[in-house]
């Protein structure tokens, strides 16, 4: 008899609050739905916090390149060595040699 009771109770709970387990269905499948965005989100986050530690990476390589370069030009005579090679000037006291290239007819 006792089993009918809690059966009947049971019967009245569920007819008398339709609503309030509609509405727990619906707000797990809501929370669920936010669970999974939430999900994909952090991942697309993740990646793109890796890609920017790999462009965070190269750009600090780069710029210890750079650098060195600088570095490298702060020298006096480096610069008067380009200056020499690449402009073709000549400092006082030195003598500018120039090489042209001879073009000979062949006789065929």
């Known amino acids: ?19 309030l387990i509609l509405f727990m269905l619906i707000g797990g499948f809501v929370y669920d739905r936010a669970i999974h965005e939430l999900q994909r989100e952090e ?9 920017l530690q ?12 750079l650098r060195l370069h ?3 030009w702060d020298n006096p005579a480096v610069i008067e060595s380009a200056l020499i090679c690449r402009l073709g ?4 006291g030195y ?14």
């Open 95 to 108: 003598t500018k040699v120039c090489f042209s290239s001879i073009k000979t007819k062949s006789m065929d």
């Open 43 to 51: 991942l697309r986050l993740q990646k793109r916090v890796s890609e």
């Open 1 to 19: 008899m006792q089993k009918i009771t809690w059966h009947k109770h049971l019967e009245e709970i569920v007819v008398n609050s339709w609503w």
């Open 89 to 92: 000037l000549i400092p006082k």
């Open 70 to 72: 600088i570095q490298y």
């Open 54 to 65: 790999e462009k965070i990476f190269l750009a600090e390589e780069k710029q210890k390149e």
